[in-house]
């Protein structure tokens, strides 16, 4: 049976594929994401994922041949912005505190690689309201959540669900991660 592979470090999108009952390796992506951003320059931000998402995949799939590598990339946007993943408890607090009471998007691109070719590729935007929180909140949830290092400064999978008065699109978007798809994909492909 051929391989899966996940492109990726991120610990939600291992969970979620393993929940879709997959046996999968993981391997890092070897690509300068900034680099990436600088040289796409001004194009509209779902674009912008799924371009990451297969850069990532595509410089694991070269090396990893007959595999099925996944990729995928999430960006957060305020107001046409990009809102950049924060570093440390300040940066989520201030990412909070903007994103309070407001309406932003995710951004999310998957796709997947073989023999270096991109055979599958989804993306899709999500948009959440998010409730108005006051400074005690939003501290709160930080030391519950711990969302240090997430776009938009939350876990949706875990609290962050919670924070939202309104919410458009799938959850999957919101977590960054475009599992229907990729199932889709593998069974029709008999994986």
Known sequence: MPR???????????QML??????????????DEDMLKKQMGDIPLLKKA????????????????DAYVIGSDQIC??????????????ESFACLKLLSGATHKQNNGTCIY??????????????LTMKNLNDDEIIEYIKLDNPIGCAGSYKFEL???????????????IQ????SAVKRYLSDVKI
């Open 176 to 179: 960054g991660f475009g599992i």
């Open 4 to 14: 899966i592979i996940l492109a990726s470090t991120s610990s939600i999108r291992k």
């Open 18 to 31: 393993s929940d879709a009952g997959f046996s999968f390796a993981v391997l890092p992506p070897d690509c």
């Open 50 to 65: 799924l371009e990451l998402a297969k850069a990532k995949a595509k410089s694991v799939s070269a090396a990893q041949p």
């Open 114 to 127: 073989r023999n270096g070719e991109c055979i599958m590729e989804h993306s899709e935007i999500a948009e």
């Open 77 to 90: 946007e305020y107001e046409g912005r990009v809102i950049s993943k924060s570093n440390n408890f300040d």
């Open 159 to 173: 609290n962050g669900k919670n924070l939202f008065t309104k919410i458009n699109g799938k959850a999957e978007t």
